[in-house]
Nanobody
Framework: EVRLVESGGGLVQPGGSLKLSCVASGFAAFSLYHMCWVRQGPGKGLERISCISNDGSVTSVPTAEGRFTISRDNDAMTVDLIIERLSPADTGVYYC????????????????????WGQGTQVTVSS
């Protein structure tokens, strides 16, 4: 059974940083899978914000302004997302997921466009 488990969220003050982690299991060959982080802000839809391809290429939404660093460790079957200079606009539930197509297409997305969702980790940025 394929499973994704996110962690690392919490309450952070504006300007702070967080490292979100996603641990995968059940993949026959995790290194072959593109992976993304998807965010759902309060009252908003799902948004792909950062993705990493199976060969390590990365992309993030322009609004990240260089604050996002996505990485993967295929041996450990993990995908991490570091977010720096957090602002209240970063508040939301963060999921890792496998994009079913067009791995580098960022922005609004749907559950059907991604496979193997985790349960998410809540990030709240507030003073």
């Amino acid at each position: 059974e394929v499973r994704l488990v996110e962690s690392g969220g919490g309450l952070v003050q504006p300007g702070g940083s967080l490292k979100l982690s996603c641990v995968a299991s059940g993949f026959a060959a995790f290194s072959l899978y593109h992976m993304c982080w998807v965010r759902q802000g309060p009252g908003k839809g799902l948004e792909r914000i950062s993705c990493i391809s199976n060969d390590g290429s990365v992309t993030s939404v322009p609004t990240a302004e260089g604050r996002f660093t996505i990485s993967r460790d295929n041996d450990a079957m993990t995908v991490d997302l570091i977010i720096e200079r957090l602002s209240p606009a970063d508040t939301g539930v963060y999921y890792c997921a496998h994009p079913r197509a067009n791995w580098d297409r960022l922005g609004p997305t749907t559950k059907d466009e991604n496979d193997y969702w985790g349960q998410g980790t809540q990030v709240t940025v507030s003073s």
